[in-house]
């Protein structure tokens, strides 16, 4: 299964065909915009005239989407089939009452110019009986466009996913043998002021070693992050299992990318040297950058 992106676009114009079959009587446009979101976030722009099939759109568009910030947008340009359609001359009675209202009250008021009046006149003709299912079949077409395009997306954003997945197991791994060295190095240095200090006092030597020996256990303990890398490694391998199962992982792989932090996070803390500092720096960089892809999957 596929792991889609939140963020996607589609568009697309259809005819509604009149009656007969022999005429357009309506074209419409469907655009769909998709933004990340926490939740299904949906918006619907729709014609007054198209008011009714907004129900059928939810319905429509929750089945095929779960999360997201989605803006459906629709409009049409309605015809007579043949020629435009020329306003009445009660129709254009009542226009002119409209425009000499309005003027009163706002002389500025630019008066109306034919082309709006013919627009308005094109607005008002009714729509064939069979435009809301026109439209709905459209829509289902655009959120298959979209789908598409959020499955392209998803696809780039898992293999940027699974690259930073390897490179950070191969700063585990680069991590992993420094912290023996550390203990190593330290407990020198607790044997070497051992020696100092027995050469300047007179000091029991069997109670000075054993106390350097316990210091050097204790500091080995403390900066011991085997624990914190066996737990991030696990945390890689359910973010890979999670990408190559697909479908609605993004609150999943969220809540993965926060642990993978607090281990990184850790690790920074327990750095016994600068070299393993760095991995715990690199490491953070590389997670903040998954975390910022990770909000766009759904």
Do not use: C
């Amino acid at each position: 299964m596929a792991v889609y992106s939140m963020t996607g676009y589609a568009a697309l114009t259809g005819a509604v065909e009149a009656e007969s079959g022999t005429a357009a009587a309506a074209a419409l446009r469907v655009e769909v915009r998709a933004v990340n979101g926490r939740f299904l976030d949906l918006t619907l722009r729709l014609p007054d005239e198209l008011r009714a099939a907004e129900p059928a759109l939810r319905e429509s568009v929750s089945a095929r989407v779960r999360r997201g910030k989605l803006e459906v947008r629709v409009s049409f340009d309605a015809t007579d089939g043949t020629a435009v359609r020329v306003p009445s001359a009660a129709e254009l009675q009542r226009l002119a009452t409209a425009q000499e209202q309005v003027r009163a009250w706002l002389p500025q008021a630019t008066p109306l110019s034919v082309a709006e009046v013919l627009q308005w006149a094109q607005r008002g003709a009714s729509l064939p009986p069979n435009t809301a299912d026109a439209l709905l079949a459209l829509v289902r077409r655009a959120l298959d466009e979209l789908q598409a395009a959020r499955a392209r997306e998803g696809e780039r954003l898992a293999l940027m996913l699974h690259d930073r997945v390897h490179r950070l197991r191969t700063l585990a791994a680069q991590a992993e043998p420094l912290v023996p060295q550390a203990v190593a190095q330290q407990r020198e240095r607790y044997l070497q002021r051992l020696h100092e200090a027995l050469a300047d006092a007179r000091v029991d030597a069997a109670t000075m070693q054993e106390r350097a020996l316990a210091e050097a256990a204790a500091y080995a303990l403390r900066i011991d992050v085997a624990e914190e890398l066996t737990r991030l490694r696990s945390h890689l391998d359910e973010i890979e299992r999670l990408l190559h199962q697909g479908g609605e992982v993004g609150k999943r792989l969220d809540f993965l990318i926060q642990e993978l932090h607090r281990e990184a996070n850790t690790l920074g803390s327990k750095a016994a040297n600068l070299e393993l500092t760095r991995l715990s720096v690199d490491m953070k960089v590389l997670i903040e950058q998954m975390r910022e892809q990770v909000q766009n999957l759904e």
